[in-house]
């Protein structure tokens, strides 16, 4: 049996000391408290927690829009990533597209439209790929993501939280109960794009590990279609081992046609952190 965890807030700070307490903590030690009050502090303790701080606390209805806008540009900035970085990891699709091309000019003759063949085909790999994310984030908007309270905050076992940074919501991350095998499932981290690479999502990630430890829940899992390196070597930081990969992955709102399948390809990556044998 699960029960859900009282409010609370987290403040990351970097930090000499090592952090067991949960798999993949060594370096960073997270502290939870309620939020310091500005005037139990000197002027100048109180500018340190301002800029130093990064609080990760439960969603409230307030934070909706901030929450909505960080998801919207996280999920848009797959678009690119996904039709020009993702063909890297495609050699099949590649040698497709290659062929195509040698093919073009067999066909037509034309060195002008064999130049402009692969510019085509990657013109499309976008058209479609825009297609498909854009669907995929029209489904999202409309279900948990226009309910964060009834899909994230009222079920016991799961909660959605935000990490704010000098009074600003900057990154979101959502942890979703599941009874049938004792996992707990870490969805929708995003993070600003102008307040990375200062340890937020990580600081995300350790709050969710948090919860699962807190609820006794078994293991961490997560699905992840992230073209970036970086992203897979969060969850790797945080413990997270791969599980399995599947090149055929159908995101909500996909309609399978045949040329969607010749120019949106997305590589689906399983992630799973077991916090103790059942």
């Known amino acids: 049996m699960h029960f859900s965890s009282p409010k609370m807030v987290c ?12 798999p993949g903590t060594k370096k960073e030690s997270i502290m939870w408290s309620s939020p310091p009050s500005s005037a139990a502090l000197n002027p100048a303790e109180a500018k340190d927690v301002r800029k130093d701080a990064v609080f990760i606390r439960e969603f409230e209805l307030g934070d909706q829009e901030e929450v ?32 195509l091309t040698v093919l073009c000019f067999f066909v037509t003759k034309s060195v002008t439209l064999t130049c402009c063949a692969p510019l085509i085909l990657m013109g499309a790999r976008y058209y479609y ?42 990154g979101i991350v959502a ?26 999502a990580k600081a995300l990630g350790r709050r969710v590990l948090e919860f699962a ?24 930081s945080l413990g997270f081992r791969r599980t399995g990969q599947s090149e055929d992955y159908r995101l909500p709102g996909m309609s399978r046609s045949p040329l969607e399948r010749l120019f949106f390809q997305i590589r689906y990556s399983r992630y799973r952190l077991q916090l103790r044998e059942e």
């Open 11 to 22: 403040e990351t700070k970097i930090v000499a000391d090592e952090h067991d307490a949960i």
């Open 68 to 99: 909505r806008r960080i998801f919207y540009e996280g999920i848009m900035e797959r678009i690119p990533n996904t039709a020009f970085r993702g063909i890297r990891q495609q050699p099949k699709t590649q040698f497709l597209y290659a062929f």
């Open 129 to 170: 790929s825009r297609k498909v994310i854009q669907s995929y984030l029209d489904c999202a908007l409309h279900t948990d993501m226009a309910d964060i309270e009834a899909y994230y905050m009222k079920p016991t076992g799961s909660c959605f939280w935000v990490a704010v940074l000098d009074g600003r919501v900057v």
């Open 175 to 200: 942890a979703q109960g599941r009874e049938d095998d004792n996992t707990v499932e870490l969805r929708r981290m995003s993070v600003d794009s102008r307040y990375r690479g200062k340890g937020i």
């Open 213 to 236: 430890v807190r609820n006794n829940y078994a293991a961490v899992v997560l699905g992840t279609t992230a073209v970036k390196l970086a992203a897979h070597k969060l969850y790797e």
